[in-house]
Every structure is written in C-alpha cells, then in structure tokens.
C-alpha cells in the first residue's frame, strides 16, 4: 500500500543550527515528491518537489531535499535554522500515474534562539 | 492569480445548523481537493474532483457532508446538520492534471475556521 511516513513529530533545534526532517515513502512506482510547509493559522504552501533529473532538489525559504530512491526517502534539509522556520512540514507523495496523492502526518518544528 | 479562495475564513454555528464552505480554485486549474485538519487526526483527504467530477470521496466522514463543484471556478462543502466533532479546519487546494495523468503541486487555500458549538 501507498505511503508516507515521517517518523519524527516533533523537533526542536537552536537557530542558527542545521536541519534535517525526515520522510519515507512507500510505493510501488516512480513517485512524485513534495515538501509543504505550514505557519500557525495558515495554509500549506509548497517548498519544493521532485519530478526527476537530479536528485537533489533547491526550494524556497533556503530549503533542499534529496531523493534517494534506495532508501525511499526525500529528506528535507536546511544548513542554518531561522527562527521564522517554526512551523508544520508535510511530505507527500504523488503517482507518476493516476491520480493518488498522500501527505505524511507531519513534523513540528521548533526553533529555540 | 490570487490563488484559492475560501470563504469564510471563520464560521461559528450551533450544533444541528447547515454549514456551507466555498473554494474558488486557480484558474486552469482542473482537480480540487477538500481536506480537513484537525489535532487529533491530521489532515484528512475528504473528496477530490477532476474536471468538476468527484472521483473519490471515500474520506467524506458520513452522510452529513456533501460536496459538490457545478463549474470550473467554484465548489461547495456542505455540513448538515453540523455537530461539535465536525470543530477543524478545512482546506481547499486545487491542482493541474500532468499529461502523464499524475497530479501537479497543489495550491492551498487559506482554510475555514470551523467551530461548532
């Protein structure tokens, strides 16, 4: 069965300090990545996604992810940790083909100064 | 493009009374999705239209909420009766269809504040 996994609900870092959320996916076929992001009161708004090409991927926000098909995971990364990036993160998944689409359950972030 | 539109961003109702959620998509764009967050639960995939065709509404709770998208530029989530555990809230996002038949990113909405009391 398709899903998305991100085994980390809550994290707290320095600002200042490197960040990595973790997500795992599982599904059978080449799948469509993304990372969305959500501030207290608000929508989801897109980071970043992967179609293909390479794997490593930039977003907005100083934000970068990494396919990595082996491990079936699209971790997203940022090298130094701004207050303002507390907040919900959400990865998710789409088909290649057909129309499904799952979001993991999502990591809260917390920023320490 | 402003984006999707919700309205209203807030609604208070008392349990037993209809409740009625907009969502104007982005223009072009031809899939909508309605979601529901809450603490407890996360954010629930309610029902999803292509081409203003529902296609799966297998995560609509029960029979109280129905929803509907009579054109392109406009859908409907309709509550009724309401009940104090339907409290969340509710996206919208709208989305384009890749020729490979899979989803582009999708954009959300605001949200709407539901409270039932």
């Known amino acids: 069965a398709q899903s998305v996994t991100q085994p980390d609900i809550h994290i707290t870092v320095s600002e200042g300090a490197s960040l990595e959320l973790r997500c795992n996916y599982s599904y059978g076929a080449t799948p469509y990545l993304f990372w969305y992001v959500q501030s207290p009161g608000q929508g989801l708004q897109l980071l970043l996604k992967y179609f293909s090409g390479d794997t490593l991927v930039q977003g907005i926000k100083g934000f970068e992810a990494e396919f990595k098909r082996s491990q079936s995971s699209f971790n997203l990364r940022k090298p130094s940790v701004h207050w303002s990036d507390a907040a919900e993160y959400f990865c998710a998944v789409g088909a290649y083909t057909g129309n499904q689409f799952y979001f993991g359950t999502g990591t809260s972030l917390t920023v320490i100064p | 493009d402003a984006g999707v539109i919700q309205s209203p961003r807030h609604e208070v109702t008392e349990m037993g009374q209809e409740v009625t959620l907009r969502c104007k998509p982005i223009s072009g764009h031809n899939s909508l999705f309605w979601y529901r967050q809450t603490m407890m639960r996360g954010l629930e995939l309610l029902i999803y239209?292509?081409?203003?065709?529902?296609?799966?509404d297998s995560g609509m709770p029960e029979d109280r909420f129905s929803a509907k998208m009579p054109n392109a530029s406009f859908s409907t989530l309709k509550i009724q009766p309401s009940e104090p555990r339907d409290s969340a809230v509710y996206f919208c996002a709208s989305s384009s269809i890749l020729t490979s038949g899979s989803y582009n990113e999708q954009f959300f909405g605001p949200g709407t504040r539901l409270t039932v009391l």
């Open positions: 239209f292509n081409n203003n065709v529902p296609i799966d």
